[in-house]
């Protein structure tokens, strides 16, 4: 249970009055995610002006917020602004008894057997992504995971194309001529 793992106060990222840790989530926030890791621990606050933003990192405390206690946690308005728009309101955004409508919905799709037998295909595909990528080179991280996404979840024989280069998606007519 969660409040048997947290027995103190939650540490807060030190930051600038006001903004708190505004600047520094705009400048870098893989940065600022890794200094909160190691100042705070498993669990920490950071502020972004008049907001607060939890951070967790352990896999347990993950696993307590996203499964064991979801009905107690909410997604922030504003990753809900951002994201809506992209999946409207699928599994990402969706919230407490809708969510687990949404994922009792998809869940037969991923079946334990077939996630297992595709983790040498993600393995795979991962590297080869990853090779791709020149030393110092500055690539948008967020497309490429979402093209390895897309990649794995359209499966092993249209991950294999993926791997030779061929197109995933085409035009209706590209993919009634396959």
Known sequence: MVTSMISSPIPTAPGLPLVGNALAYRRNRLALWMQV??????????????????????????????????????????????????????????????H???????????????????????????????????????IDLAQQLMQLTLAISLGRERLKSALNGERIIGTRAERKSR
């Open 37 to 98: 890791r190691e100042t705070c621990g498993d669990i920490g606050l950071v502020r972004l002006g008049s907001r607060s933003l939890l951070l967790v990192s352990s896999p347990e405390l993950i696993h307590a917020v996203l499964v064991e206690q979801a009905d107690h946690f909410e997604k922030s308005p504003l990753f809900r602004r951002v994201m809506e728009p992209i999946p409207g309101n699928g599994l990402v955004t969706s919230e407490n008894a809708f």
């Open 100 to 138: 687990k409508q949404q994922r009792k919905r998809i869940a037969p799709a991923f079946p334990h057997r077939q996630l297992t037998s595709l983790v040498p295909l993600m393995a795979q595909a991962t590297e080869h992504l990853q090779s791709q990528w020149q030393d110092g080179e500055v």
